[in-house]
């Protein structure tokens, strides 16, 4: 079946420091990738999207592109804030039985420190 | 607006209560989710409604029940629980248009649950 692998965390930076979060996905077809974002005590928020191979995915200084060579959707950021400190969950979509569902990576903790 | 409402916040029950979890959209959405998350895990979807009606469960315990009055409201029923079941249970909503791969689900801030 479909699948996400995320990159383990958790993951400490220090303010304005360059992130990177690696996802690579196993899928049939091809699915619409995603990040969302959980801060805590919180629901998920979607931080970004991609429809198709080649897509780049920008939302709050965050980047991430669709590469289908290489089955994988990587998240960036050139400079954290203590802001971002949060999880982060890489997923992508598959439908089943007439819907639409996500697969979501395990989560990568992320912590900014000042 | 984007916005998934759940009600309550927090929930303590015991294993012989009956309680409900609600969840209300009004964006015009056709598809709403029932997803339990663990502490430090990924969401975990429970169930799917499209078109008020339910598309996918997925193998979850008969003590949990979904039910979709109407396209705005979701409603988890509990009865029974067992501690196991301490979560944070979230709801999503999507468009879902038939066809469409590229949907955005949009998540309500969860209640958190707790069975004594």
């Known amino acids: 079946g479909n699948s996400v692998t995320q990159m383990e965390g958790p993951v400490t930076l220090s303010e304005e420091a360059f992130l990177t979060i690696n996802c690579t996905y196993t899928a049939t077809g091809y699915p619409s990738l995603f990040w969302y974002v959980q801060y805590p005590g919180e629901g998920l928020q979607l931080l970004l999207k991609a429809t198709k191979a080649d897509d780049k995915g920008s939302n709050k200084g965050f980047e991430a592109t669709y590469r289908k060579e290489t089955t994988s959707f990587h998240l960036e950021k050139g400079s954290v804030q203590v802001s971002d400190s949060a999880v982060y969950f890489c997923?992508?979509?598959?439908?089943?039985?007439?819907?639409?569902?996500?697969?979501f990576g395990k989560g990568t903790k992320l912590t900014v420190n000042p | 607006d984007t916005e998934v409402t759940q009600t309550p916040k927090h929930l303590v029950m015991g294993m012989t209560n009956k309680k409900s979890l609600k969840c209300e959209q009004h964006?015009?959405?056709?598809?709403m989710y029932w997803y339990k998350q663990k502490a430090k895990k990924p969401p975990e979807l429970m169930f799917v409604y499209s078109y008020e009606k339910l598309s996918i469960n997925e193998s979850v315990p008969s003590r949990f029940s979904p039910e979709c009055p109407n396209s705005s409201l979701l409603n988890l029923h509990l009865h029974a629980l067992q501690p196991e079941d301490s979560a944070l249970y979230l709801c999503?909503?999507?468009?879902?248009?038939?066809?469409?791969?590229?949907?955005?689900?949009?998540f309500g801030a969860g209640t958190r649950l707790s069975v004594l």
């Open positions: 999503a909503s999507s468009q879902d248009p038939p066809g469409a791969l590229k949907n955005i689900q949009y």
């Open positions: 964006m015009g959405h056709r598809a």
């Open positions: 997923a992508l979509s598959d439908r089943q039985g007439g819907s639409e569902k996500l697969v």
